[in-house]
């Protein structure tokens, strides 16, 4: 029995000693923790800081309209080319006149039934008025007479309005330019039935100064009010229009405020003009209006690549004491290219990191390296 007994023991301290032997040989190769990561710090300064505001702008015509005909009928002519520039008065559609040149001719032909009556009543009266004066007639015979006289005298007057409306109608079967301008591609040809004040034959639009429309809200109206009233000439515009990274060569010059601010947007809508040359803007373009801030103002700038963001909220880190950084919340403003300025959080003087941030956490040992230095990466 003690026998047994003393091989379970030794049975148990050798397993014992296998295991620590193991535990010793883990720590052994254990690897060493990883060095503090390496960031580059530069201290907070104050610039001026020169920057543009950005509103989304639409491209519009300062004159346009929509040709609609202004009688029934099928289109007879078409008298230019799409897109072309037409002059004030040039014709451009002809709708069919057959029906209203007979109204016409039927008009006239009233009038002189009209007048034919009316010069037999006005010849009846005046006999009668003349019998009158011999008591030789009844009076209500003479009353009756004039009576005629005013009838026809109405009935004429309301055929020679007839032949003004239907004269109307004939002129209106040609359709003339507006103004002076360019004209879009038709949307009707030769034979298509048009409806009176319904069907849209084509568009024309002035392409000279177009007009820029965007939306500013209240807190702008002021400083908009001013940039009007300053009357400024469009070289010393701030004013720019940007399609994506293209900028149009021109700058524009503010020309109205709209008359009340839209209750559901909160917005005032303002419109700038821009001179078109070579006709390089068109009517529906959309771009951005960059408009250059009234003066350089003194402000916190730092690299937007020091700039983390957290559920919504932003921060940069500090370094501190045994290089232990620490973060602090920032309010951001205007990006400016590279750069970003920072409202609130930072002051002259502030040391943050600009490289290596996204090695960080709160309370992390960090190696500090000169600018230009490589930092150290995961």
Do not use: W
Not at 213 to 240: G, Y
Not at 322 to 341: E, F, H, P, Y
């Amino acid at each position: 029995m003690y026998s047994a007994f003393k091989k379970q023991i030794t049975k148990y301290t050798s397993i014992t000693a296998i295991v620590l032997l193991a535990a010793c040989n883990n720590k052994q190769s254990a690897p060493p923790p990883p060095p503090p990561p390496k960031v580059t710090v530069q201290e907070v300064t104050v610039t001026d800081a020169v920057y543009f505001d950005e509103y989304p702008a639409t491209v519009t015509a300062l004159n346009q309209v929509e040709l609609r005909p202004q009688v029934s009928g099928f289109i007879t002519g078409v008298h230019f080319a799409d897109g072309a520039r037409v002059r004030k008065g040039q014709l451009l559609y002809s709708i069919d006149q057959q029906l209203y040149a007979a109204n016409y001719e039927q008009a006239v032909a009233n009038l002189r039934v009209q007048e034919a009556n009316l010069n037999k009543a006005q010849k009846d009266a005046n006999r009668y008025h003349e019998l009158d004066k011999n008591d030789a007639i009844a009076k209500q015979l003479v009353d009756n007479a004039d009576a005629a006289v005013e009838v026809t005298k109405k009935q004429a007057d309301a055929a020679r309005a007839n032949i003004q409306a239907v004269q109307t109608s004939v002129r209106y079967t040609k359709v003339f330019a507006p103004f002076d301008g360019v004209i879009g591609i038709s949307a009707v040809k030769t034979g298509a039935a048009v409806t009176a004040g319904q069907t849209i034959l084509n568009t024309v639009s002035t392409d000279g100064d177009l007009a820029v429309d965007i939306n500013i809200e209240q807190k702008d109206i002021f400083r908009f009010s001013t940039l009007l009233n300053e009357k400024a000439k469009p070289a010393d515009s701030t004013f720019t229009l940007a399609f994506g990274s293209d900028i149009y060569p021109y700058p524009g010059r503010i020309v109205l405020l709209d008359r009340a601010v839209n209750p559901q947007t909160g917005t005032l809508k303002a419109r700038l003009s821009f001179p078109n040359k070579n006709s390089l803007l068109k009517a529906g373009m959309n771009g951005t209006i960059r408009i250059k801030n009234g003066s350089a103002a003194q402000a916190v700038v730092i690299p937007n690549k020091a700039v983390v963001e957290q559920l919504g909220e932003f921060f940069v880190y500090i370094p501190g004491d045994s290089n232990k950084v620490s973060q602090r919340k920032v309010t951001l403003g205007t990006v400016l290219g590279k750069n970003i300025i920072v409202k609130n959080g930072l002051q002259q003087g502030d040391k943050i990191v600009t490289e290596g941030v996204q090695n960080l956490r709160e309370g992390v040992k960090v190696t500090i390296v000169t600018p230009g230095a490589a930092p150290e990466k995961k």
